[in-house]
């Protein structure tokens, strides 16, 4: 672990994937001092590859989405890591969840039906939420509504549809049989992070900006604040003197909440191929999808979100685990109950330093990205995932953000010496 230095030319604040992009940039100018301050015992902040069961498992992002476009796939591979292309059916096949194959196509024609009516709304001079497209009792709202929770941690209702069409998706996903959170853990190899140096006010009325920790003091001539949404709106981070605009458009770009359950298989279930992905309910917005044997590993992983999510973590992986085996038996017969077994779950929400799972855009707030993303008085920058104008709620968006923030940086350091 870095100690803490007094003074540096840049700080990131913040060693996830934001941060991580942030500091290898900076680091190749070769120009600059630098330090990562992260309140952590660990690197890569929302993505956290663990091995409870002696394989690893992605607590948080666990895709390469848009992973023909995403920066990160050719990294990932130059570097060694194992890249499995085979695409995931994410609710498409209701079959295996009791629907009959007409039905499924009705599913299927609806949700693209939705697609549309969202690209023509986004067009349209006022934001409104995804919810007002629903078909008034509609057969598929419920899943509907799940199917947002999955992707954007929150309910129809609760987000934007300008923000939801800006975010562009390939379609291709891939994933790394060693861990999302592997690749960020070799990524931050060598950089100069402080961990356990949570930042709780950042000064920036004098001419060095002061960052203030329980450990001490950094002075710093430039910043990139990389920290979720939640940990400004909520002001876990003090600026001083304060900064209005920031605070309302964190506020407008809440995190939504996703959580997953792993649980072990023992054999293979009924009529299940390996890899397959099953939902729980058709017809509840409170239910999980599930994926048999990922990767041929031993296993199910479970995926839930929402207000469902955030009511489940706070009861527990118990309750978690005893609502996962009751949807897969209802779908399977109670045979199944017996070879399963809980492994780890998460609570993105109750983590302090993430608080929830990944941004999305509340009705009228589209716009807030781009204000959080803007540099203060050129030497206070911003990135993490709720900046990508295209890539949010991604570890590649994160990512990409960081590289801007830091050419940001690099740029206005190389004015400023120009101007003297
Ligand atoms: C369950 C789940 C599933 C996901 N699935 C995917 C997926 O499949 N694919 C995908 O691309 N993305 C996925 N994501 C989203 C992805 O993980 C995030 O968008 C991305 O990792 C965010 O990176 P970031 O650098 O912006 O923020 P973070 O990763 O949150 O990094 C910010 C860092 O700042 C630190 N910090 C916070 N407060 C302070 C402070 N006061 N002082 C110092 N440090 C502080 C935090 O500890 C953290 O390390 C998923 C997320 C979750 C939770």
């Known amino acids: 672990m870095t100690g803490l230095p007094s003074d540096v030319d840049v700080a990131v604040i913040g060693a996830g994937a934001a941060g991580i992009g942030a500091a290898r940039r900076l680091r190749e100018a070769g120009t600059?001092?630098?330090v990562v301050l992260e309140a952590r015992e660990r690197v890569g902040g929302r993505v956290h590859t663990i091995a409870p069961a002696g394989f690893p498992l992605d607590r948080g992002a666990e895709w390469l989405h848009s992973a023909d476009r995403n920066?990160?796939?050719?990294?990932?591979?130059?570097?060694?890591f194992s890249?499995?292309?085979?695409?995931p059916e994410w609710t498409t096949r209701l079959r295996r969840s009791g629907e009959t194959i007409k039905a499924e196509e009705e599913w299927i024609a609806t949700r693209e039906a939705q697609s549309r009516a969202r690209r023509r709304a986004a067009a349209e001079p006022v934001d409104r939420s995804l919810a007002t497209l629903l078909s008034p009792g509609g057969r598929w709202n419920k899943l509907l509504d799940a199917t947002s929770t999955w992707?954007?941690?929150a309910e129809l209702e609760r987000v934007s549809v300008k923000d939801y069409v800006r975010y562009e998706d390939s379609g291709t996903n891939w994933r790394l049989a060693e861990g999302y959170g592997r690749l960020f853990q070799t990524l931050a190899e060598g950089l100069p992070v402080a961990h356990e140096?949570?930042?709780s006010r950042i000064d920036h009325g004098g001419?060095?900006?002061?960052?203030?920790m329980a450990r001490g003091t950094v002075a710093a001539s430039r910043v990139i604040v990389t920290v979720p949404t939640s940990i400004i709106a909520q002001e876990v981070i003090r600026f001083d003197p304060a900064l209005p605009d920031?605070?309302?458009?964190?506020?407008g770009l809440p995190l939504g909440v996703d959580n997953k359950l792993f649980i072990s298989l023992e054999g293979a279930l009924p009529g299940v191929e390996r890899g397959a992905y099953l939902v729980g309910s058709t017809t509840s917005r409170e239910t999980m999808s599930y994926q048999v044997r990922p990767l041929d590993r031993p296993a199910i992983y479970c995926f839930f979100g929402g207000r469902f999510a955030a009511a489940l973590e706070r009861e527990g992986q118990t309750a978690m685990f005893s609502f996962a085996v009751d949807e897969l038996?209802?779908?399977l017969g109670n045979d199944v109950r017996k070879r399963m077994a809980p492994l780890a779950s998460t609570a993105w929400q109750r983590d302090p330093w993430a608080r929830g799972s990944y941004s999305f855009a509340l009705p009228g707030h589209a716009d807030d990205r781009a204000v959080l993303a803007a540099p203060v008085d050129d030497r206070l920058f911003f990135a993490g995932e709720a900046c990508s104008p295209n890539f949010f709620s991604t570890a590649h968006g994160a990512w990409l953000s960081g590289i801007t923030a830091a050419e940001g940086v690099l740029t206005s350091l190389r004015t400023a010496e120009g101007d003297h």
């Open 207 to 212: 001419s060095a900006i002061r960052l203030e």
């Open 151 to 153: 992707g954007n941690g």
């Open 329 to 331: 038996a209802r779908l």
């Open 71 to 80: 920066p990160l796939s050719p990294i990932a591979q130059h570097l060694g």
């Open 197 to 199: 140096s949570a930042v």
């Open 246 to 251: 920031k605070l309302a458009a964190a506020a």
């Open 83 to 87: 890249v499995h292309r085979r695409p």
């Open 32 to 34: 600059v001092s630098i």
